[in-house]
């Protein structure tokens, strides 16, 4: 089996996911060959076949041009599997040589079972088990869902060129996103709240133990979904990434998207009913406790020090 694996860069440095690409082929037992719309003197680290756009004349992005040198590849190459990572690059450019191939598309891909795709379903409470039923396929993996490879090899690069570039789409330039309110990543303790924590009105508690600490109020996605706190505050793949000294996971699963954003914690503290959830495996200490038990409890303990 072999994948085509497209790099992706933005404002000329290498992006540190293009490296989950690698794990995630190794993981597949598949043979690597590259792509990367980049620069001669900033390629990625890696064994194999790379084919190279050079970005100073086709661009960090232009969904047309892109779409037509990673066709130029598919037809050299013959892949099994065209591979981004599900970015903002991949998700707009993977339908696009989908559809270009007349092939399937895997999107969101978070692991990888006896060489079929784990994709999560219904807010990731489900994993479904996936074959693009077109034999050839395209996928895209999530950000954070494979461990970045070692970058520790060194591609024979063969450089692209299209006959025309013309496209009626041009890129404009990228756009900051609004300045966080909270930046947690330079905080020191993170009290974060799950949905185990129960109902809105519980915040102010969990957030009382983060005043009581120092730290931070941080949160997992569907209670940020749901309004109770702001998403400026929450941890994970589509939110903040964090690494504090002390994590504190109130009525937290530990699904894959919230671990990606928080497993770099010096010390993590879970407070959870169940002895079994998947928190427990990154936390140092698992409570199984009733978290509006022991919160308020906690929190009284160390005002009274
Ligand atoms: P649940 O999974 O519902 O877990 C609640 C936990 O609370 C359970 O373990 C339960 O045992 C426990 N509990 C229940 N009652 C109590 C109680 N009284 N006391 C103590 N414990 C209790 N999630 C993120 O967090 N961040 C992200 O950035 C993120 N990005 C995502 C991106 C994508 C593309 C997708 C598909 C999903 C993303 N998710 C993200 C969602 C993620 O998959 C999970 O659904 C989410 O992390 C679950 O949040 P939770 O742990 O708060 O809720």
């Keep these: 089996m072999k994948v085509l694996l497209v790099a992706e860069y933005r404002e000329k440095e290498l992006l540190e996911s293009t490296y989950e690409l690698a794990t995630f082929a190794d993981k597949l037992g598949a043979e690597k060959v590259w792509f990367a719309a980049g620069y001669?003197?900033?390629?990625?680290?890696?064994?194999?076949?790379?084919?190279?756009?050079?970005?100073?004349?086709?661009?960090?992005?232009?969904?047309?041009?892109?779409?037509?040198?990673?066709?130029?590849?598919?037809?050299?190459?013959?892949?099994?599997?065209?591979?981004?990572?599900?970015?903002?690059?991949?998700?707009?450019?993977?339908?696009?040589?989908?559809?270009?191939?007349?092939?399937?598309?895997?999107?969101?891909?978070?692991?990888?079972?006896?060489?079929?795709?784990?994709?999560?379903?219904?807010?990731?409470?489900?994993?479904?088990?996936?074959?693009?039923?077109?034999?050839?396929?395209?996928?895209?993996?999530q950000a954070g869902a494979f461990q970045p490879a070692e970058p520790n090899g060194e591609p024979e690069v063969e450089e692209l060129t299209l006959d025309t570039a013309d496209s009626a789409l041009g890129f404009v330039g990228y756009e900051e996103a609004e300045a966080?309110?909270?930046?947690?990543?330079?905080?020191?303790?993170?009290?974060?709240?799950?949905?185990?924590?129960?109902?809105?009105?519980?915040?102010?508690?969990?957030?009382?133990?983060?005043?009581?600490?120092?730290?931070?109020?941080?949160?997992?996605?569907?209670?940020?979904?749901?309004?109770?706190?702001?998403?400026?505050?929450?941890?994970?793949?589509?939110?903040?990434?964090?690494?504090?000294?002390?994590?504190?996971?109130?009525g937290i699963s530990g699904a894959i998207q919230h671990l990606a954003g928080m497993k770099k914690s010096e010390f993590v503290l879970a407070i959870n009913t169940d002895k079994d959830a998947p928190i427990g495996e990154v936390a140092d200490v698992l409570v199984v406790a009733d978290v509006m038990q022991f919160v308020p409890a906690l929190t009284e303990k160390i005002k009274s020090m």
Excluded at 80 to 108: M, T
Excluded at 116 to 128: D, E, G, I, S
Excluded at 214 to 241: F, M, N
């Design 180 to 250: 966080k309110s909270v930046d947690l990543t330079k905080a020191e303790i993170i009290v974060s709240a799950g949905r185990g924590v129960g109902k809105p009105d519980n915040i102010p508690v969990i957030e009382e133990l983060a005043k009581a600490l120092g730290g931070e109020l941080g949160a997992s996605r569907p209670v940020v979904d749901a309004g109770w706190v702001d998403h400026s505050r929450q941890v994970g793949t589509t939110g903040q990434t964090v690494a504090p000294k002390l994590y504190v996971a109130c």
């Design 40 to 141: 001669n003197d900033n390629l990625p680290k890696v064994a194999g076949k790379l084919y190279l756009a050079d970005a100073n004349k086709y661009g960090e992005y232009n969904p047309d041009v892109h779409k037509n040198l990673i066709l130029q590849v598919v037809e050299k190459e013959n892949p099994d599997y065209v591979v981004f990572v599900h970015s903002s690059y991949g998700w707009d450019l993977a339908p696009r040589v989908a559809a270009s191939l007349k092939i399937g598309q895997v999107s969101e891909i978070v692991d990888v079972v006896d060489g079929t795709f784990v994709v999560p379903a219904c807010n990731a409470k489900l994993r479904r088990f996936v074959k693009p039923a077109t034999g050839k396929g395209v996928l895209t993996i």
